[in-house]
T-cell receptor, first 114, second 116 residues
Framework: GEDVEQSLFLSVREGDSSVINCTYT??????LYWYKQEPGAGLQLLTY?????DMKQDQRLTVLLNKKDKHLSLRIADTQTGDSAIYFC??????????????FGKGTKLSVKP | NAGVMQNPRHLVRRRGQEARLRCSPM?????VYWYRQLPEEGLKFMVY????????ESGMPKERFSAEFPKEGPSILRIQQVVRGDSAAYFC??????????????FGSGTRLTVV
């Protein structure tokens, strides 16, 4: 079945760039998403990329998609302590009755040190 | 325009009791998804509902779990005879349509179920 893999931890210093990586398996995915979860909170959609795009930039966030390798990355420029959270990569199932379900990775816990 | 509302935020149940989790989708959204997040895990799909219909329940355990989304009122996820392994955060998400769109779903803040 579909699977989404992420590294579990990332630690950076404030002001540095953070790069969170993700690999997925469903080549028919149309949209890929990055969500942020702060402690005790729900998921907040950060950004998304359509599968026919290679890159998307949104203020401090840059998403890169390598469709051939099924690799997705999220770069956060000038990382701040407020960026400390768990970041989830998700792909959207695109077949049969499951059309629309999201498949999540286990999340990458980003720690930002002052 | 309120977001997806889930209640209660925290729920404690003893083993063998029933847990009822409620989700009110965003206004205008007719599709509801339930996900479960076990400790240190990502979210796992459980069930997808439209008004009065279960569309896909492939992620829901066959026993003790049920879900509904009535014509009026919130969607309910019911867990009967809870066990310790049911302890998790349960998230509801809603969307206005099922076709793939740029919008990820809107998630609620979740219900954290603790079984003691």
């Amino acid at each position: 079945g579909e699977d989404v893999e992420q590294s579990l931890f990332l630690s950076v210093r404030e002001g540095d760039s953070s790069v969170i990586n993700c690999t997925y398996t469903d080549s028919s995915s149309t949209y890929l998403y990055w969500y942020k979860q702060e402690p005790g909170a729900g998921l907040q959609l950060l950004t998304y990329i359509f599968s026919n795009m290679d890159m998307k930039q949104d203020q401090r966030l840059t998403v890169l998609l390598n469709k051939k390798d099924k690799h997705l990355s999220l770069r956060i420029a000038d990382t701040q302590t407020g960026d400390s959270a768990i970041y989830f990569c998700a792909e959207r199932e695109n077949y049969g009755g499951s059309q629309g379900n999201l498949i999540f990775g286990k999340g990458t816990k980003l720690s930002v040190k002052p | 325009n309120a977001g997806v509302m889930q209640n209660p935020r925290h729920l404690v149940r003893r083993r063998g009791q029933e847990a009822r989790l409620r989700c009110s989708p965003m206004k205008g959204h007719s599709h509801v998804y339930w996900y479960r997040q076990l400790p240190e895990e990502g979210l796992k799909f459980m069930v997808y509902l439209q008004k009065e219909n279960i569309i896909d329940e492939s992620g829901m355990p066959k026993e003790r779990f049920s879900a509904e989304f009535p014509k009026e009122g919130p969607s309910i996820l019911r867990i009967q005879q809870v066990v310790r392994g049911d302890s998790a955060a349960y998230f509801c998400a809603s969307s206005p349509q099922v076709q793939p769109t740029s919008d990820g779903y809107t998630f609620g803040s979740g219900t954290r179920l603790t079984v003691v």
